[in-house]
């Protein structure tokens, strides 16, 4: 079955850290770009980080110098590594293909004390 | 930084026609995509390269552009139909991703 299976959400405080992962199966993972979104509770959709498949990643200026993007082609794994966490990182992550053609179902990060 | 404008919401009878718009200066230049997301679930994308429809998306959704604004037209809407709508595109280096903010479908 073609799937994104997101893990990795949580509970955590202010200026902690948190690891988000993206299983793939189902598709040729290597050969795609792959994207995490998230959207706040109640709120939009918002673009946070894209990995090309030769590694090279890129931001949104929101969370630029404290989320770190990354990809284990062997393990089918993408991966959001979180530092310095704030309220306002409070989502729901997505994890989606280059195309946005396929989307997983989503890991609440909630940042509280 | 680059921006997509939405309506906060678009509202028709069933078998009506709904359009909701998307406007941003480099759509011009760049494809749209739109997702249809409904409560609880994640987006699905409806529409890509501006007019092209995936697999398993019914006739009833299609997408036209002009100069910097793009719309999502679905034809005969159906209640099932209601939910947040959703533009995106590439920021003019191709390396950033934008949204548009949403628009609420509402068919009744």
């Known amino acids: 079955e073609v799937q994104l299976v997101e893990s990795g959400g949580g509970l955590v405080q202010p200026g902690g850290s948190l690891r988000l992962s993206c299983e793939a199966a189902?598709?040729?993972?290597?050969?795609?770009?792959m994207h995490w979104v998230r959207q706040a509770p109640g709120k939009g959709l918002e673009w946070v980080s894209v990995?090309?498949?030769?590694?090279?990643?890129y931001y949104a200026d929101s969370v630029k110098g404290r989320f770190t993007i990354s990809r284990e082609n062997a393990k089918n794994s993408l991966y959001l590594q979180m530092n310095s966490l704030r309220a306002g990182d409070t989502a729901v992550y997505y994890c989606?293909?280059?195309?946005?053609?396929?989307w997983g179902r989503g890991t609440l990060v909630t940042v509280s004390s | 930084s680059y921006e997509l404008t939405q309506p906060s919401s678009v509202s028709v009878s069933p078998g009506q026609t709904a359009r909701i718009t998307c406007s941003g200066d480099?759509?011009?230049?760049?494809?749209a995509r739109w997702f249809q997301q409904k409560p609880g679930q994640a987006p699905v994308l409806v529409i890509y390269?501006?007019?092209e429809r995936p697999s398993g998306i019914p006739e009833r959704f299609s997408g036209s552009s002009s100069g910097t604004i793009v719309t999502l037209t679905i034809s005969g809407a159906q209640v099932e139909d209601e939910a947040d709508y959703y533009c995106?595109?590439?920021?003019?280096?191709?390396?950033?991703?934008?949204f548009g903010g949403g628009t609420k479908l509402t068919v009744l």
């Open positions: 989606t293909t280059g195309n946005f053609d396929l």
């Open positions: 189902g598709f040729t993972f290597n050969k795609h770009d």
């Open positions: 990995i090309g498949t030769a590694g090279d990643p």
């Open positions: 480099g759509l011009a230049k760049k494809y």
């Open positions: 390269k501006d007019n």
């Open positions: 995106s595109s590439v920021a003019g280096n191709n390396l950033l991703w934008v």
